[in-house]
């Protein structure tokens, strides 16, 4: 049983900066990855970042140098640090997990069975 759960979303300027948080539940600690997808309006999910259990990380090539992907063992929780946002960033945020790692934020969301409700973040210029 696995359960995910988005936070820290916002309003901010274009080249401000935002912290999500995702914390998750019944998520094993031996294999497994987590990943940040976003949705802007009209378009389809979008991979970010991905972190897997040894702390492998992987970033798309619109957000590296900007963003950074985290994870906090102790809290269960993982993180998005976005900086220098600008309005294209501007989506719905989701976390969402798998249990055997092996991740990209490029591979297609049936990879990702676990998903959280969603943050919503709002830059504007």
């Known amino acids: 049983q696995v359960q995910l759960a988005e936070s820290g979303g916002g309003s901010v300027q274009a080249g401000g900066s935002l912290r999500l948080s995702c914390a998750a539940s019944?998520?094993?600690?031996?294999?497994?990855?987590m990943a940040w997808f976003r949705q802007a309006p009209g378009k389809g999910l979008e991979g970010v970042a991905t972190?897997?259990?040894?702390?492998?990380?992987i970033y798309v090539d619109s957000v590296k140098g900007r963003f950074t992907i985290s994870h906090d063992n102790a809290k269960n929780t993982l993180y998005l640090q976005m900086g220098s946002l600008k309005p294209e960033d501007s989506a719905m945020y989701y976390c969402?997990?798998?249990?055997?790692?092996?991740?990209?934020?490029?591979?297609?969301?049936?990879?990702?069975?676990?998903w959280g409700q969603g943050t919503q973040v709002t830059v504007s210029l």
């Open positions: 969402a997990a798998n249990g055997w790692g092996g991740c990209s934020p490029n591979q297609p969301v049936y990879r990702y069975p676990f």
């Open positions: 019944g998520l094993t600690y031996s294999s497994y990855c």
């Open positions: 972190i897997d259990s040894i702390g492998s990380i």
